[in-house]
C-alpha cells in the first residue's frame, strides 16, 4: 500500500523554522520527501543542515509583517523550484505579559502585524503560484488561545491567534474550488524550548495534559497530514491539537 502521506518533490515554505515548532514542522516535512523553503527573522542555518543530511532545503532571512519580504520568499521557492506547493505560516511571536488596560501599544502591534498580517503577507504571496497552477494547501498555525484567554497574558495573542481562524476559514471559502486547500492547527501547550519552569510547575502543568505535552515533531506530523493528499478533502477547518487536556 502507499503511502498516502508522502510528499515527494513538493517544495515547502515554512516561516519561523530556525527552532522550536517550525523547526520541528520543516523537519517532518523534509522527511517526508519535501523540499524546503524557511523564511525567518532568524538565522535557520541549523534547521538546513539538519535536512541537508538526507534532503534539500535553503534559508533566508526575512520578516513576514513586511509584504515585500513575504514576496522574496516565495519568490525564492519559484526560482529554485519552479512552484509552491505547500505554505506553512508558523513565524509568529509570544504573547507579552499583560492585561488590556496596562498592554503597551508597540507590544500590541507587534503582536498583530507577526501573527496575523504576516500570515496574510505569506498566503497572499503563495496564493499567486498556487493558483496558478491549480493545487496547493495552506497550513496556518493558530492556537488553543484563540478560544481560551488567561489572566496576564496579553489578549493581542489571543485576538492574533483568533483572527489566524478568521483568515483559514476566509481563503479555504475563496480558493477551494480553484484547486487550493487551506486549513489551521491549533495546539495546546507544546513544550519546544525550555520555559524556565521549576520542576514543581513543570510537574504541575504537564498533569493537565492526559496524552502528555507536545513537542514540535507531534505538530510537525499534524501538517504533514494536512498537507497530504490523505487530507484531499479536508479545506477551512481547524485541527485541534490538545493532547487530551479539556481546558
Given at each position: 500500500?502507499?503511502?498516502?502521506?508522502?510528499?515527494?518533490?513538493?517544495?515547502?515554505?515554512?516561516?519561523?523554522?530556525?527552532?522550536?515548532?517550525?523547526?520541528?514542522?520543516?523537519?517532518?516535512?523534509?522527511?517526508?520527501?519535501?523540499r524546503i523553503v524557511i523564511g525567518d527573522i532568524q538565522d535557520a542555518s541549523n534547521t538546513v543542515d539538519q535536512i541537508q543530511a538526507e534532503g534539500e532545503a535553503v534559508c533566508m532571512l526575512m520578516d513576514t509583517s513586511v509584504p515585500a519580504d513575504a514576496r522574496r520568499l516565495v519568490q525564492l521557492a519559484v526560482d529554485l523550484h519552479g512552484k509552491?506547493?505547500?505554505?506553512?505560516?508558523?513565524?509568529?511571536?509570544?504573547?507579552?505579559?499583560?492585561?488590556?488596560?496596562?498592554?503597551?501599544?508597540?507590544?500590541?502591534?507587534?503582536?498583530?502585524?507577526?501573527?496575523?498580517?504576516?500570515?496574510?503577507?505569506?498566503?497572499?504571496?503563495?496564493?499567486?503560484?498556487?493558483?496558478?497552477?491549480?493545487?496547493?494547501?495552506?497550513?496556518?498555525?493558530?492556537?488553543?488561545?484563540?478560544?481560551?484567554?488567561?489572566?496576564?497574558?496579553?489578549?493581542?495573542?489571543?485576538?492574533?491567534?483568533?483572527?489566524?481562524?478568521?483568515?483559514?476559514?476566509?481563503?479555504?471559502?475563496?480558493?477551494?474550488?480553484?484547486?487550493?486547500?487551506?486549513?489551521?492547527?491549533?495546539?495546546?501547550?507544546?513544550?519546544?524550548?525550555?520555559?524556565?519552569?521549576?520542576?514543581?510547575?513543570?510537574?504541575?502543568?504537564?498533569?493537565?495534559?492526559?496524552?502528555?505535552?507536545?513537542?514540535?515533531?507531534?505538530?510537525?506530523?499534524?501538517?504533514?497530514?494536512?498537507?497530504?493528499?490523505?487530507?484531499?478533502?479536508?479545506?477551512?477547518?481547524?485541527?485541534?491539537?490538545?493532547?487530551?487536556?479539556?481546558?
Open positions: 500500500m502507499n503511502d498516502s502521506t508522502r510528499l515527494d518533490g513538493q517544495v515547502a515554505i515554512v516561516t519561523g523554522a530556525a527552532q522550536g515548532i517550525g523547526q520541528g514542522i520543516a523537519l517532518v516535512l523534509a522527511a517526508a520527501g519535501a509552491v506547493d505547500i505554505l506553512v505560516n508558523n513565524a509568529a511571536i509570544d504573547a507579552p505579559d499583560g492585561n488590556a488596560w496596562d498592554l503597551p501599544d508597540d507590544e500590541w502591534q507587534r503582536t498583530i502585524d507577526v501573527n496575523l498580517t504576516g500570515v496574510f503577507n505569506c498566503s497572499k504571496a503563495a496564493l499567486g503560484p498556487m493558483l496558478a497552477q491549480s493545487s496547493g494547501c495552506i497550513v496556518n498555525i493558530s492556537s488553543r488561545s484563540a478560544e481560551a484567554g488567561a489572566k496576564g497574558l496579553s489578549p493581542a495573542y489571543n485576538a492574533s491567534k483568533a483572527g489566524v481562524l478568521g483568515l483559514t476559514r476566509g481563503f479555504s471559502a475563496q480558493v477551494a474550488e480553484r484547486g487550493v486547500r487551506v486549513n489551521a492547527i491549533m495546539p495546546s501547550l507544546v513544550e519546544s524550548r525550555d520555559f524556565g519552569w521549576t520542576p514543581d510547575y513543570a510537574a504541575e502543568r504537564r498533569a493537565e495534559y492526559p496524552l502528555g505535552t507536545g513537542t514540535p515533531n507531534d505538530i510537525g506530523e499534524a501538517v504533514r497530514y494536512l498537507v497530504s493528499p490523505a487530507a484531499r478533502w479536508v479545506s477551512g477547518t481547524a485541527l485541534q491539537l490538545t493532547g487530551g487536556h479539556q481546558g
